[in-house]
């Protein structure tokens, strides 16, 4: 078992930059690739980012790419998603999803991912 915990949303204007955090704890997190993936009000789940368990390779959303970036820490097992040039478009609750992945590889779909944290919220004004 995993447990995640986000912090770092909040309130911000268009245009500025947050940090978001996931600390994980419970079994092992070495071999978990790590997710991003936000909701917005009405609309499904989206893909956000991802990170390999070595952290040697990550992969964007296109309405992202440029302007957030994943990084890990293992020895602290925590993940950052930093966030920067905010659109109101990106106003959504941000969950980070752990996916076991002895291969190194990871995934673009929220139903491969074994682990959730519950959230935090964004809100981008304009």
């Known amino acids: 078992q995993v447990q995640l915990v986000e912090s770092g949303g909040g309130l911000v204007q268009a245009g500025g930059s947050l940090r978001l955090s996931c600390a994980a704890s419970g079994r092992t997190f070495s071999r978990y690739a790590m997710g991003w993936f936000r909701q917005a009000p009405g609309k499904e789940r989206e893909f956000v980012g991802a990170i390999n368990w070595s952290g040697g390779r990550t992969y964007y959303a296109d309405s992202v790419k440029g302007r957030f970036t994943i990084s890990r820490n293992s020895a602290k097992n925590t993940v950052s998603l930093q966030m920067n040039s905010l659109k109101p478009e990106d106003t959504a609750v941000y969950y980070c999803?752990?996916?076991?992945?002895?291969?190194?590889?990871?995934?673009?779909?929220?139903?491969?991912?074994?682990?959730w944290g519950q959230g935090t919220q964004v809100t981008v004004s304009s």
């Open positions: 999803a752990a996916d076991h992945r002895p291969d190194n590889s990871y995934s673009l779909y929220d139903q491969e991912y074994d682990y």
